[in-house]
């Protein structure tokens, strides 16, 4: 499962106001389809540019995963590269191109959890879903790590208290053997 940052759920809310604004979308148009709209938002390429690279190789999404090389010097794998660069894995892309991840269905209530991966409303309604989810796992790690502020007063007070131990230590052992 992605990494919760705010660029990527930054990048799924435009994702989805994209798509649900009438957007071109063609889930057989690699520029045009899930995968593709994010990319777009990730990237400087436009649709026909992104499915342009992608058409160097075979396969949908879920295939050029699985071909991802950082090094290849094809195009579509530095727009994978910047897919990932915001805390996805691949997993992530063939989830979204499926609409698969059983994390964000479980989400929805039973009778909702059927999306069509190609239907422009649940596509929508997959990215918001995924985005929210990402905001409240960010927010509950951001609660849960101490403030830059705190955590260094902790650091100072251990470190303290380590050395009013060890001083502690020394008087001791010099008292002993005064003794």
């Known amino acids: 499962m992605a990494t919760p940052t705010n660029e990527l759920i930054h990048a799924l809310g435009e994702t989805a106001d994209r798509i649900e604004s009438g957007e071109r979308y063609r889930w057989s148009h690699m520029g045009s389809c899930n995968c593709g709209h994010l990319a777009q938002s990730l990237t400087p390429y436009s649709h026909a540019e992104i499915h342009a690279q ?3 190789r075979s396969g949908d999404w879920s295939e050029q995963v699985i071909d991802y090389c950082p090094t290849s010097g094809y195009r ?7 897919m990932l660069a915001v805390g996805m894995t691949t997993d992530d892309i063939r989830h979204l191109e499926k609409l698969s991840d059983q994390k964000v269905l479980r989400r929805f209530p039973i009778g ?3 999306l069509r991966h190609n239907y422009r409303d649940d596509v929508v309604k997959y990215i918001r879903e995924w985005a929210a989810m990402l905001d409240e796992e960010l927010a509950a790690k951001s609660a849960a790590a101490p403030a830059p502020a705190v955590r260094d007063m902790l650091e100072n007070e251990a470190a303290v208290l380590k050395t009013k131990t ?12 005064l003794v």
């Not at 579509?76 to 910047?82: L, N, P, Q, R």
């Not at 001791?172 to 053997?177: F, K, L, S, V």
Request: hydrophobic share 35%.
């Open 112 to 114: 909702e959890r059927h």
């Open 54 to 56: 992608a058409m160097r």
């Open 166 to 177: 060890e001083k502690n230590r020394v008087r001791n052992e010099r008292a002993a053997a």
């Open 76 to 82: 579509i794998d530095s727009i994978i590269e910047s």
